[in-house]
Nanobody, 121 residues
Framework: QVQLVESGGELVEAGGSLRLSCAAS????????MGWFRQSQGKEREFVAA??????????YYADSVKGRFTISGDNVKNTVYLQMNSLKPEDTAVYYC????????????WGRGTQVTVSS
């Protein structure tokens, strides 16, 4: 059983930085995609960023709203994916979730419980 555990969310002032972590346990995968999503109060969950590993090659993807401010990275030894968030804005306030697509079949099969990020103005 795969488990994903997010950490790193907290209250930060606008313009500040945070690094979120998502630790995966239970299995290892040769090719996979790990994504970060967020959901703010009253809104639908939205895609933030993803990292894709396949045949030793890595690719990253970002929502337009976070390009240039957020960076996704991964450590395959630690089975952990990170989301470095810089120049945070109040509109970045949300619960951030990580999710795993374990076979690159298009769907995220596993989800974490989320970590709260609050950006004060």
């Amino acid at each position: 059983q795969v488990q994903l555990v997010e950490s790193g969310g907290e209250l930060v002032e606008a313009g500040g930085s945070l690094r979120l972590s998502c630790a995966a346990s239970g299995r290892t995968f040769n090719s996979y995609r790990m994504g970060w999503f967020r959901q703010s109060q009253g809104k639908e969950r939205e895609f933030v960023a993803a990292i894709r590993w396949s045949r030793g090659a890595r690719a990253t993807y970002y929502a337009d709203s976070v390009k240039g401010r957020f960076t996704i990275s991964g450590d395959n030894v630690k089975n952990t994916v990170y989301l470095q968030m810089n120049s945070l804005k109040p509109e970045d306030t949300a619960v951030y979730y990580c999710a795993l697509d374990p076979a690159l079949l298009g769907g995220y099969d596993y989800w974490g419980r989320g970590t709260q990020v609050t950006v004060s103005s």
